[in-house]
């Protein structure tokens, strides 16, 4: 419904407006959906601090391999050009990350602290 409105569009760009850091921009739409989040974990019977956690922990692990971050740590470590190469070998640490934490979400939203 968002979408067909025009709604999405629109806030895109009021956030796009605010900084010019697409870093900013993700705490931004973390603060801006928590509470859309918690709603949805709440309304699906799931518990929302497990949700809610979850979904900023993925937003961390997303940043390892955000292309701004990645080019922003060649160029601190002086090996601009070679971002590829980084991306390489950190998409291993990536990935572990990615299955390890999804498990832990999943176990603890459905297992362990149940909404």
Not at 38 to 66: D, R
Not at 77 to 87: C, K, P
């Amino acid at each position: 419904m968002m979408m067909e409105t025009g709604t999405m569009d629109k806030i895109k760009e009021v956030i796009s407006g605010l900084a010019n850091d697409r870093r900013i921009h993700v705490l931004i739409i973390a603060v801006m959906f928590g509470p859309m989040h918690v709603q949805a974990a709440v309304s699906l019977g799931q518990n929302p601090i497990t949700v809610f956690a979850a979904q900023n922990v993925g937003g961390a692990i997303g940043n390892m391999i955000c292309p701004n971050n990645v080019v922003a740590v060649a160029t601190t470590v002086g090996i601009l050009g070679q971002e590829g190469v980084l991306m390489r070998r950190v998409f291993l640490a990536f990935f572990v990350f990615l299955l390890t934490y999804g498990y832990i979400a999943l176990l603890y939203t459905h297992l362990l602290f149940k909404g």
